[in-house]
């Protein structure tokens, strides 16, 4: 294996490392180092695609090291999913290469540019998987970044771009007796940081607290839960914990994990489940207490039914409220581009009992009663935060996230999916209830410390108070505002580069 494999290898083990310890987070900080090398050394190679083979097997490292425990479900789901984001990963590196050597510039504009606007854009298209966006590198650790209140994420992938361009230079030039480059590397680490603690510390502006309990069941979704044998005898026993727990705490509101119930509600005649018959029955034994449970749902249209992951609120005043999973997971929920490739449908991954295309069609943004704004999420949605941040209205309210993560057994995957939770709350300043069939269930503060937390793979309960926080954060407000403008400058950029490209070499084919 020569040198150059080497660094690109090295380049994928210190960015993967993060994604799968989360305590080797600062790792991040150092991941592009062997990566810039190379592209350094092969700029002007013959070959104008070997840096584009080298930040493949680079990607590919990355990719797998990240999320390899996918195949605990899906096999053929996280070959392809892996397979898919390397290759775009190569391009988009690839073409900052490019960029720069044509315009003759450093590294520094195309790599913010083109990368920030590539993350951002990975967050709406019908292949969306930001799971490794580098500003989740600090998912473990959110009072380093306590700022994402104000850009998110994408304000964590540009400090890891610039301190990695940082130390670059530095070593490119230690031999010069120079030492602007390490102060300002020293600044570029320190000033975020002292602004993190400043914050951190800052008080919340805290208009009330509800008391709330929540379930973790904890069937194995392998072997118990997606049985529909079972499901009645699961809801039974839900429903039985769900009696004991109102009667004991008689919380002001009661949680339950996604799919609790299988069976589709019809979300015009509810009346119509025996499931749904029964929740409503607890509620009104309860009147105090609110409900929130994951169930499958269903509109029936003139000549189909459209089939939902969805959040069931219950109240004692209005009707029930439907939430509608809007982030479905590309090629297990959802089949890619299926608008235009509808043949596809019959051929999507099953995982979670369900095979087949889950609609996004959403309506509800958030719960709200008693002029309180809860807002839910559902599993694969809490690695979107511009998704997550601009649901948040201007009223006193705390987000519930439902999720069932034992389809990764006892893997990193489930621990960095709980970190995810983590950086949310910062970003929307609100407390975080997170709940999952197997854990880790937890509420979660305004700060992203943990408050509470269940044990992994346990039947348990969780109860205690959460605040009500009024005011929206900076982000909440503007979105993922550092992605758009950079995609769209980005967008621009790479028209300019090829149209300069095919100008110059038309120019060059005449003489």
Known sequence: MNKNSLLAIASGLLLGMPFCVPQLFFLIFFAWIPLLWLEEKTINHDNPYLLFNYAFLSFLVWNILAYWWVGKAQITGVILIILINSLL???????????????????????????????YFDT?????????????????????????????????????????LGFFSFIKKRNKKNSLPSI???????????????????????????????????????????????????FTDFMTTADSICSIHHPDFLFAPETVILTSIDENKPNNS??????????KKYPKTKILIGTHSKIILENKSELYNSALFLTDTIAPQFYHKTKLVPLFERVPFDKYLSFLK????????????????NDTDYFLSDSIALVPIVCFESIFGDYCAQRVPEIPGFIC????????????????HFNFSRLRAVETRRDYIRVANNGISAHINSKGTIVAKTKWWKKTVLTGRLKLIKEKTFYSEHGDYIGRVCLF???????????????????????
């Open 89 to 119: 990963l190569a391009l988009i590196f690839w073409l900052i290469s490019r960029t720069r050597k044509h315009l003759k510039i450093t590294i520094l504009f195309p790599f913010l540019i083109i990368w920030l606007g590539f993350e």
């Open 124 to 164: 709406w298209w019908d292949l969306a998987w930001p799971w490794l966006n580098l500003g989740n590198a600090f998912a473990s650790v959110p009072k380093w970044v306590q700022w994402y209140e104000f850009t998110g994420t994408r304000g964590g992938s540009l400090w890891v771009i610039l301190i990695n």
């Open 184 to 234: 300002g590397i020293f600044l570029l680490i320190g000033i975020p940081l002292l602004y993190s603690i400043f914050l951190y510390h800052q008080k919340e502006n805290i208009t009330g607290s509800k008391s709330f309990a929540l379930i973790q069941p904890n069937l194995d979704p392998y072997n118990e839960k997606f049985i529909p044998e079972n499901e009645e005898k699961h």
């Open 274 to 283: 025996s499931f749904y018959l029964r929740l409503h029955n607890l509620k």
């Open 346 to 361: 019959d051929y999507s991954l099953e995982i979670g009992g369900y095979q087949g295309t889950y609609s996004s069609k």
């Open 401 to 416: 996230m439902i999720t069932n993560d034992g389809w990764w057994k006892t893997t990193p995957g489930y621990k960095h």
């Open 489 to 511: 400058i980005a967008t621009l950029l790479l028209i300019f580069v090829k149209i300069r490209v095919t100008t110059q070499s038309n120019a060059s084919r005449r003489s």
